[in-house]
């Protein structure tokens, strides 16, 4: 662990770790290790409170997403799950709501999320770590849209996520038939950006982490919407909102630095203002 230059000064609701691992970066670990960090309600909700509450964090310009013991998130839990056949369409609607609340999340807020990924990432897990923006694994992560499995669909954002991410025909071959991708192979499929040992997974993803927040947080995070947008617009919407995102960024602290520090032969020190 490096120096901590902050606190995150707040307690976490739900099975949900937060801490300070180096200047700007914020850890968030899902705390199950015994369901394999799958998803109840507490850890769902948790979730979404807590990368909103790190996203207003002044200090915070970057988090890492991983979970605690061999596991980063094995996907809903069966034997605590908030969502039942019998019932009524709207309460099942609600409940659903939870687990897309958290994909929904990560893609809105401005802080880069780089997912750890450390073990099993399945279901709802895989969805989640597919959120984030990036993705690291060790040699013992395993990625599944696993959903066909049981009978379903990937209900919380995999079949929105994977077409971008890899193309519709190779989605469609990871959801229709379950297939889970091990190690290198999340790697060769475009889907993560390395693959590591397991003891040197969390250090490589704050490596990244430190890099992502040592870049100036609001261009980084009009950058993030400008990119998680772009799939839903046609090109006149697409520079419309890059002119008001450059407009925004010219206003900023950080620009005049940058500008300054360009002329006078130096780095830049960026203030997220």
Not at 50 to 75: N, S, W, Y
Not at 118 to 143: P, Q
Not at 252 to 265: G, I, Q, Y
């Amino acid at each position: 662990m490096t120096d901590t230059a902050f606190d995150i000064g707040f307690e976490t609701n739900g099975p949900i770790r937060v801490e300070a691992t180096g200047e700007h970066i914020a850890r968030v670990t899902y705390d199950r290790p015994d369901a394999m960090n799958a998803y109840n309600e507490a850890l769902l909700r948790g979730a979404v409170e807590t990368f909103e509450r790190l996203d207003d964090h002044e200090a915070v310009r970057a988090i890492v997403l991983t979970g605690a013991g061999d596991a980063f998130c094995a996907g809903v839990d069966l034997n605590d799950m908030p969502l039942r056949p019998e019932m009524e369409f709207v309460e099942y609607e609600t409940g659903l709501e939870l687990f897309q609340d958290v994909v929904r999340t990560i893609r809105s807020i401005g802080t880069p999320v780089v997912a750890a990924v450390n073990g099993y990432a399945l279901g709802a897990g895989s969805d989640t770590a597919l959120a984030c923006d990036f993705r690291v694994v060790s040699d013992e992560a395993v990625l599944g849209e696993t959903f066909i499995d049981v009978g379903f669909v990937p209900g919380d954002g995999g079949a929105f996520l994977l077409p971008r991410l890899i193309g519709e025909a190779r989605a469609k071959e990871l959801i229709f038939t379950g297939r889970r991708l091990a190690g290198a192979e999340i790697v060769d499929w475009d889907l993560a950006r390395e693959h590591l040992s397991p003891d040197r997974l969390l250090d490589a993803a704050e490596e990244f982490a430190s890099e992502l927040a040592n870049r100036p947080p609001i261009a980084l995070a009009q950058s993030k919407h400008l990119i998680n947008d772009s799939f839903d617009v046609d090109l006149d919407r697409a520079l419309d909102d890059a002119t008001r995102a450059q407009r925004i960024c010219s206003q900023t602290h950080d620009h005049t630095e940058a500008v300054a520090a360009f002329r006078e032969d130096r780095e830049p020190e960026f203030e997220g203002r």
